[in-house]
């Protein structure tokens, strides 16, 4: 596919993937590579513009990220965020001092109104900082486009060279206006045309797997995740019945939806090959408690399960892979061909007779894998689907399973999740799901004592599930699905509202 190409320089910052996510979002390619590959990358691939990432480090430690300044002089224009910003004023003659004390948060930060920057901004706007070092004298070509109570410099540029930085970080939303800034030196500074879309990616990766596998054949594990199913669509597309997608089917996943998968799929060009492997897993897992034991069990039945499929279709050249671009990224910088470690493809290849593995998801995020989805005509059932672990119901029943506890916890589970649908509240609550306790308590149902479970709902609002808060969900919609779990799922007679946020918990159970 023919498109600009925008590079982002990894200092080490935490926000590294937000910065090529923004850049994305503005319709412009763009790929992270380490600062210590600059010069290769830009040899390479010819960026028509560069964005210097921030970093850990302060410019004055031992190990501190240098760049050749060579850079600078390559007419390539160039944002530098926060460490960026330093490296960029300290390289070329300015001086970066150590404040006494860190800036951290939300601050006040005065826009100049001459920088093609801040085109169109307010004067003053709220930005995100979060820094020690602060640029204290600007290089001599530079003049000063912002500043903030705590950065006298919080912008700089000198636009003659295209070189331009802020200390703050105008990729997280605390920034008013960041993705403005963002699109500015794009469309302004770099001359950016907004020339990367999904409806292009599509053609051309269809286009491009179609010539890489010429007549081959293709195996692929179908979770029904996201990722898998986009994947799935994409290929299928592109090669039609060379592709043989494997549903292993362990049967916890949620109520309806092992049919939903093979409904989505079974009219696509492909050879869908669904394996019933409920019972051997309940067998496997009969008795077993322990969390760990019970997905390390998952994963090993799961790849067992896999292969004996894979045998019955024989030799394959390609096994393709879900892997997307923060797995890319996290894995060192874009360089390492990483095996996702996902328990439900985590060590097939060993397994499995092919010659080599694709990746066409490789270089998108996820909200670019869905948007992908879409645009392939995938249903909303499989594009907007909620995370949902690998080993499924198994570790959201606390203690032992058994196909009652799982019938039980998939009836309450559906009820919790369609009224949260109902309530409209499913596009604000990042995922939500019933958990069923081993704990059993008294209760008064008619006129009769029970003694029966307790059910757990957990909802979460978070942006990247690394941390979480649990979801602010109103009593009545509370109330309504209590109601109707005790009435209509039977041994339920209590149920809890899990209010820990992640961390200390985390947001499975198990
Ligand atoms: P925790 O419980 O660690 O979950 O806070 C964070 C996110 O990861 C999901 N999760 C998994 N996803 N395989 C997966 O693909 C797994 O084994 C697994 N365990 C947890 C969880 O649902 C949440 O979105």
Redesign the pocket.
């Known amino acids: 596919m023919k498109h600009q190409f925008v590079l982002i320089l990894d200092f080490g910052g935490q926000y590294n993937q937000l910065i090529a996510r923004r850049v994305r979002e503005c319709g412009v390619y763009c790929e992270v590579h380490p600062y210590s590959k600059a010069l290769y990358i830009i040899k390479s691939k010819n960026p028509i513009g560069i964005i210097f990432t921030g970093g850990p480090s302060s410019v004055y430690s031992d190990c501190a990220p240098k760049i050749d300044p060579s850079i600078f002089s390559m007419n390539i224009p160039i944002l530098g965020i926060c460490y960026g910003a330093q490296i960029m004023a300290q390289t070329l003659g300015g001086e970066v001092k150590s404040a006494k004390v860190s800036e951290y948060g939300k601050t006040k930060t005065k826009l100049f109104k001459d920088s093609i920057l801040f085109k169109n901004l307010p004067e003053e706007i709220i930005t995100w900082m979060s820094h020690t070092d602060y640029i204290a004298t600007p290089p001599k070509s530079f003049k000063v486009t912002s500043s903030g109570p705590s950065s006298p410099i919080a912008g700089m540029e000198d636009s003659d060279k295209k070189l331009y930085a802020v200390q703050f970080h105008p990729e997280v939303n605390h920034t008013e206006y960041g993705k403005e800034i963002i699109k500015n030196f794009l469309y302004d500074v770099c001359g950016c045309n907004g020339d990367w879309s999904m409806s292009k990616y599509a053609q051309s990766t269809i286009e491009s797997i179609k010539k890489q596998v010429g007549d081959g054949k293709v195996l692929l594990a179908l979770?029904g995740?996201v990722d898998s199913s986009v994947l799935a669509a994409l290929l299928s597309k592109a090669i039609g019945s060379q592709l043989t997608a494997v549903f292993v089917d362990h049967g916890f996943m949620r109520k309806n939806e092992g049919n939903e998968i093979e409904d989505s799929f079974k009219n696509w060009n492909m050879k869908f090959i669904r394996v019933d492997a409920s019972e051997r897993f309940l067998n496997r897992l009969a008795f077993v408690t322990e969390p760990e034991k019970k997905?390390k069990i998952i994963?090993e039945e799961f790849i067992r399960v896999f292969e004996e499929e894979a045998r019955k279709v024989g030799a394959v050249d390609y096994f393709a892979q879900g892997t997307i671009y923060p797995d890319v990224i996290e894995s060192g910088n874009g360089d390492a061909s990483l095996i996702k470690s996902?328990?439900?493809v985590g060590g097939l290849p060993d397994y499995i007779d092919f010659k080599e593995i694709i990746e066409p998801l490789r270089m998108l995020f996820k909200d670019e894998v869905r948007q992908l989805g879409f645009e392939l005509g995938l249903s909303d059932v499989l594009v907007k689907r909620?995370?949902?672990?690998?080993?499924g119901l198994a570790?959201r029943i606390i203690g032992e399973i058994t196909k009652e506890k799982l019938d039980m916890l998939r009836d309450a589970d559906f009820i919790f999740r369609e009224e949260i649908a109902k309530a409209g509240l499913d596009r604000n609550i990042?995922?939500y799901?019933a958990v069923l306790t081993s704990m059993k308590s008294v209760g008064v149902m008619g006129d009769f004592r029970t003694y029966d479970y307790t059910l757990a709902l957990r909802g979460?609002t978070?942006s990247d599930?690394?941390t979480?808060d649990f979801a602010k969900i109103p009593y009545d919609v509370l109330e309504k699905i209590s109601v109707r779990i005790v009435n209509e799922v039977k041994n339920i007679n209590r149920i809890v509202y899990d209010i820990t946020t992640?961390p200390p918990?985390?947001?499975?159970?198990?």
């Not at 918990?505 to 198990?510: D, L, V």
């Open positions: 979770s995740g997905r994963g996902h328990h439900n909620q995370p949902f672990p690998g080993p570790i990042n995922q799901f979460v978070t599930f690394m979480a992640k918990s985390t947001i499975e159970w198990e």
